[in-house]
């Protein structure tokens, strides 16, 4: 089944530094990623859509100049939190969406940042 | 503002019983639907899922169901094994090409 790779899966950074958070779909062509992001026991929620080669699509309260999403190939779109600070940790997601496959969308493993 | 509603945080079920494990929406638009399940630091994986032109989709153990009317959908896992324990997520789109729209999770855990 389609397959989508997120990395790092973990991360640790200082405050004011940048963290930059890949994700590849390996055996299709995602012309649509989203990214979603997680608090504890809360739910996935939508950050941003991003369409290769266009510019993402924000949701209402997300900085785009604070998470800066570039969808740059229809395999590889990436997400950098740019001067983050502690209260950015979090378990950000990743997804793709296979037209070709049923189950239409895929997500990535995730990755845990922590800002220290 | 949540449009997809898991009310039961969590569910206790026994090895061998069903689960049953329920998602009410808001938004008419939704004509697509999902269940994923998560373990801790880990993606969704998914499930199951049901357009709106089927009330009923079933997948070996597991079934969801869908009420249009009342917006209601249900996972039925039976039978429940230990394995299944996670948190499982409703979700819910406009159509392909739209972002899912995710509850907040119902923690399952089967005991033996």
């Known amino acids: 089944g389609a397959v989508v790779s997120q990395h790092p899966s973990r991360v640790i950074c200082k405050s004011g530094t940048s963290v930059k958070i890949e994700c590849r779909s390996l055996d299709f062509q995602a012309t649509t990623m989203f990214w979603y992001r997680q608090f504890p026991k809360q739910s996935l929620m939508l950050m941003a859509t991003?369409?290769?080669?266009?510019?993402?699509?924000?949701e209402q309260g997300v900085e785009k100049d604070k998470f800066l999403i570039n969808h740059a190939s229809l395999t590889l779109s990436t997400l950098t939190v740019t001067s983050a600070h502690p209260e950015d940790s979090s378990f950000y997601i990743c997804?793709?969406?296979?037209?070709?496959?049923?189950?239409?969308?895929?997500f990535g493993s995730g990755t845990r940042l922590t800002v220290v | 503002d949540q449009q997809v509603k898991q009310n039961s945080p969590s569910l206790s079920v026994q090895e061998g019983r069903i689960s049953i494990l329920n998602c009410d929406y808001t938004?008419?638009?939704?004509?697509?639907f999902l269940w994923y399940k998560k373990y801790p630091a880990e993606g969704p994986t998914f499930l199951i899922s049901?357009?709106?032109?089927?009330d009923k989709n079933e997948d070996g153990r597991f079934t969801v169901f869908l009420n249009k009317s009342a917006k209601h959908l249900s996972l039925h896992i039976v039978p429940s094994q230990p394995g299944d324990s996670a948190v499982y997520f409703c979700?819910?789109?406009?159509?392909?090409?739209?972002?899912?729209?995710f509850g907040k999770g119902t923690s399952l855990l089967v005991t033996p």
């Open positions: 991003s369409n290769e080669g266009s510019k993402a699509t924000y």
């Open positions: 049901i357009s709106s032109i089927k």
């Open positions: 979700a819910a789109s406009r159509n392909s090409g739209y972002a899912l729209n």
């Open positions: 997804s793709a969406q296979d037209r070709a496959n049923s189950e239409g969308y895929t």
């Open positions: 938004n008419s638009m939704f004509d697509y």
